[in-house]
């Protein structure tokens, strides 16, 4: 079994160290490289984890709940309404104007996409 042993100076690593070319001929052979560490206080010094992944699709272990089912109609919804807000060229100009005057202050949206968020949140939920 390999080992990994990372340099004193590194606290923590999480994350792909290797992605998989989805593009390439062989991305089918290819494996994910993720790995873990931490150094945290505790009894068990095997703070580390190496994980290999293929480009298989991932089977859930359980159902999708109610919950799940509600959360994913809702950000349809909001798509729907930000995609068609965005090419409404009867509301374009005055978005543009309330973007623009709102996006210095305190808590505005930095982004058009995340002001149009902003809006569909509020029509969508009424929120």
């Known amino acids: ?5 990372y340099a004193d100076m590194i606290k923590t690593v999480s994350g792909a160290l290797t992605k998989i070319n989805k593009k390439s001929p062989h991305a089918a052979d290819q494996k994910m490289v993720l790995a873990t560490h931490r150094v945290a206080e505790s009894t068990n010094p095997n703070c580390s984890r190496i994980y290999l992944r293929g480009i298989g699709a991932v089977t859930r272990s359980t159902p999708v709940s109610d919950h799940e089912i509600e959360i994913r109609t809702l950000f349809t919804e909001r798509l729907e309404w ?6 409404n060229l009867t509301t374009l100009s005055q978005d543009q104007v309330a973007y623009l005057a709102q996006k210095d202050q305190p808590g505005g949206a930095k982004t058009w996409k995340s002001y149009l968020w902003k809006l569909a949140k509020a029509a969508v939920t009424g929120e």
């Open 82 to 87: 930000v995609n068609a807000r965005a090419k």
């Open 1 to 5: 079994m390999a080992k990994a042993e």
